[in-house]
């Protein structure tokens, strides 16, 4: 059974940092291009950033130069590095498995001003 757990949402005042974690089990982490995305209430569900099991890495321009997608095959874990939060990133984040098409549950991020 595959199974994509975040971690690490929570409330940031704008301009500050959070770090989602999303662990994997069940699936053939290593091999396999996991994404971060997001949804905003009230919009759809939109791409922020992938990384391949070769470790290249690609990211929206809305979070270039302020996010960092990163994985640790060992732990099964793909992390997501927010840094200079804003208001705007305030979204429910979903990590995905590019492989089979799974989700996780979503992490609420919730930035203010």
């Known amino acids: 059974q595959v199974q994509l757990v975040e971690s690490g949402g929570g409330l940031v005042q704008a301009g500050g940092s959070l770090r989602l974690s999303c662990v994997a089990s069940?699936?053939?982490?290593?091999?396999?291009?996991m994404g971060w995305y997001r949804q905003a209430p009230g919009k759809q569900r939109e791409w922020v950033a992938f990384?391949?099991?070769?470790?290249?890495?690609n990211y929206s321009d809305s979070v270039k130069g302020r996010f960092t997608i990163s994985r640790d095959n060992t732990k099964n874990t793909v992390y997501l590095r927010m840094n200079s939060l804003k208001p705007e990133d305030t979204a429910v984040y979903y990590c995905?498995?590019?492989?089979?098409?799974?989700w996780g549950q979503g992490t609420q991020v919730t930035v203010s001003s």
């Open positions: 995905k498995n590019h492989r089979g098409g799974y």
């Open positions: 069940g699936t053939t982490f290593s091999i396999s291009t």
């Open positions: 990384i391949t099991s070769g470790y290249s890495t």
